[in-house]
Antibody, heavy 118, light 110 residues
Framework: QITLKESGPTLVKPTQTLTLTCTLS??????????VGWIRQPPGKALEWLAL???????RYSPSLKSRLTITKDTSKNQVVLTMTNMDPVDTATYYC??????????WGQGTPVTVSS | QSALTQPASVSGSPGQSISISCTGT?????????VSWYQQHPGKAPKLMIY???KRPSGVSNRFSGSKSGNTASLTISGLQAEDEADYYC??????????FGTGTKVTVL
C-alpha cells in the first residue's frame, strides 16, 4: 500500500525559507518510472503544481516558481524534501506530496498546512 | 503556463448526468492525451478519478468518464449521487515534465 506523509513547520515568517519533508511508504523512489511531486492549495483556492523529482534524479519545477524551489530525494530514508525560499504571505497554503507513475498523481499525502505571517 | 479554465460551479439532481469542462491550449491539453481529473472533498486530499484523458483507475466508479476534443477536456458524472458533491480539478501535462492544474469546479447535488 502506497502512502505519503508530509511534515514541516506550520508557521514561517516572511522572507524565511520553508523546508518540507515527504516520507514515502510502500514504494521506492529508485524504481524506474516513479516520481514524487509537490502540489499546494491556498485556502479556498485551486491546486497548483510546484515540482517533481523522478527515480533518476531528474527534477522539474513550475516555471513561475523555479527560482525559489529546490526538490531533492534521499532514497535511503525514503524521503523527498522541498525547499522554498523567500516565503511571502501569498504562499500560505496546504502543501501536498503525491506519487506519480505515469503522467498523473495517483496517491496523495494528507497535506500539511503552512501559514506565512510575522 | 496559465491555469486551465473550468466552470466555477456545476449542479444537478440525483440520477442526472453532468459534465465539467477543462479548457487549455495547444501547448498542454491539445498537445497530449494526458489530462487527469481529481475529486476533492472538503478538508481531504485530492483523489485521482481519470487519467490519460479517459482511463479510470481501479476502484473508481464507472459513473465517471473522461473525454477530450481539441483543447478542451471533459469529465462526465452519470447517475449523480450525493457523495459526488465535491470539488473537481483537471490537470494536464504541459511538456518538459511540467504540469498545470485547472481552476476547479464545485459540484453541487441538488
Amino acid at each position: 500500500q502506497i502512502t505519503l506523509k508530509e511534515s514541516g513547520p506550520t508557521l514561517v515568517k516572511p522572507t524565511q525559507t520553508l523546508t518540507l519533508t515527504c516520507t514515502l511508504s510502500g514504494f521506492s523512489l529508485s524504481t524506474s518510472g516513479v516520481g514524487v511531486g509537490w502540489i499546494r492549495q491556498p485556502p479556498g483556492k485551486a491546486l497548483e503544481w510546484l515540482a517533481l523529482i523522478y527515480w533518476d534524479d531528474d527534477k522539474r519545477y513550475s516555471p513561475s516558481l523555479k527560482s525559489r524551489l529546490t526538490i531533492t530525494k534521499d532514497t535511503s530514508k525514503n524521503q523527498v524534501v522541498l525547499t522554498m525560499t523567500n516565503m511571502d504571505p501569498v504562499d500560505t497554503a496546504t502543501y501536498y506530496c503525491a506519487h506519480s507513475h505515469g503522467y498523473h498523481f495517483d496517491c496523495w499525502g494528507q497535506g500539511t498546512p503552512v501559514t506565512v505571517s510575522s | 503556463q496559465s491555469a486551465l479554465t473550468q466552470p466555477a460551479s456545476v449542479s444537478g439532481s440525483p440520477g442526472q448526468s453532468i459534465s465539467i469542462s477543462c479548457t487549455g491550449t495547444s501547448s498542454d491539453v491539445g498537445s497530449y492525451n494526458l489530462v487527469s481529473w481529481y475529486q476533492q472533498h472538503p478538508g481531504k486530499a485530492p483523489k485521482l478519478m481519470i487519467y490519460e484523458d479517459s482511463k479510470r483507475p481501479s476502484g473508481v466508479s464507472n459513473r465517471f468518464s473522461g473525454s477530450k476534443s481539441g483543447n478542451t477536456a471533459s469529465l462526465t458524472i452519470s447517475g449523480l449521487q450525493a457523495e459526488d458533491e465535491a470539488d473537481y480539478y483537471c490537470c494536464s501535462y504541459a511538456g518538459s515534465s511540467t504540469y498545470v492544474f485547472g481552476t476547479g469546479t464545485k459540484v453541487t447535488v441538488l
